[in-house]
């Protein structure tokens, strides 16, 4: 069984740093694209970073793009995300999830499956 596991999240003041972990298991992980998507309240999930299998090639999303970093770490089947100078519009719940299409960036939600449940992310003044 395909599963993810997010850790990481909590609450932080505007500026603040976290790292985000995402584990996953029931696949090669090494073959696969994984992306970080985050959805707040009201608002239709977006992708903000991923990472391909290949060649560590990467994408962000512009908002995010010089304060958070991604990586990966096939050994321990682990994607990480980096987020420093976090701002209150980075609120949401933050979850991963692999890319069954092999589709490339910029990620298109449809191509991701296998959602984990998420941690929550909240920026506070």
């Known amino acids: 069984e395909v599963q993810f596991v997010e850790s990481g999240g909590g609450l932080v003041q505007i500026g603040g740093s976290l790292r985000l972990a995402c584990v996953g298991s029931?696949?090669?992980?090494?073959?696969?694209?994984i992306g970080w998507f985050r959805q707040a309240p009201g608002k239709e999930r977006e992708a903000v970073s991923c990472?391909?299998?290949?060649?560590?090639?990467?994408y962000y999303e512009d908002s995010v793009k010089g304060r958070f970093t991604i990586s990966r770490d096939n050994a321990k089947n682990t994607v990480y995300l980096q987020m420093t100078s976090l701002k209150p519009e980075d609120t949401a719940v933050y979850s991963c999830?692999?890319?069954?299409?092999?589709?490339?960036?910029?990620?298109?939600?449809?191509?991701?499956?296998?959602w984990g449940q998420g941690t929550q992310v909240t920026v506070s003044s």
């Open positions: 990472i391909n299998s290949s060649d560590g090639g990467t």
């Open positions: 999830a692999l890319d069954f299409k092999s589709g490339g960036f910029p990620p298109q939600n449809y191509w991701y499956a296998y």
């Open positions: 029931g696949f090669a992980f090494e073959d696969y694209t």
